[in-house]
């Protein structure tokens, strides 16, 4: 079973239509296919209301005027460039609190999958359950076979978008704090 997800996921990133497409032709496909506009830097951020690892309710819109917002959508807990992505942010954790921003990683995992990766890696930030890809889908955080694209979103205490890119930016404190 671990190959067949294995070989499902290396094939995505492979084949995945956007992988070696500029970014206007992104764009175009999109627009020519009547999808979800892209979200860019300066656009509002949808707003969401989602449960955590732990039960409780996070809605964007309770951060506004108090906090930023990182929002990182990743594939799969405990997968190894998912947890490195995340232990980087782990390490830089405290920097990016006292500058006022709160990080959620988000992807369709479930309460225990996300207790367990939270546990396994020490890391102080709540995940977000997703499970029917609706917040993913709204940061048009998707690709190919249904599986996430790893996208990292960080909004500003206004609600708006400062950063938006796919990949694993680096997004330390001292490299975001202009952003804010």
Do not use: W
Request: net charge positive.
């Amino acid at each position: 079973m671990k190959n067949i997800f294995a070989l499902v996921l290396i094939s995505s990133f492979l084949f995945a239509p956007n992988v070696f497409a500029n970014k206007s032709d992104i764009k175009e496909k999109k627009e020519e296919s009547n999808k979800v506009i892209k979200l860019s830097v300066g656009l509002k951020a949808p707003n969401f209301s989602a449960k955590t690892q732990d039960g409780k309710n996070v809605k964007l819109s309770d951060f506004k005027g108090k906090n930023s917002v990182l929002l990182v959508f990743y594939p799969g807990d405990n997968t190894p460039v998912c947890t490195k992505q995340l232990c980087d942010i782990r390490d830089d954790y405290k920097g990016l609190e006292k500058k006022g921003i709160k990080v959620f990683g988000i992807n369709q995992a479930d309460e225990k999958s996300h207790k367990d990766f939270i546990k396994d890696q020490k890391l102080p930030f709540s995940l977000i359950i997703d499970e029917k890809l609706e917040i993913s889908k709204n940061y048009d955080a998707m690709g190919a076979f249904g599986f996430i694209n790893r996208t990292v979103v960080l909004i500003n205490k206004e609600g708006k978008i400062v950063l938006y890119e796919r990949g694993t930016p680096d997004v330390s404190a001292k490299k975001i704090k202009n952003l804010i």
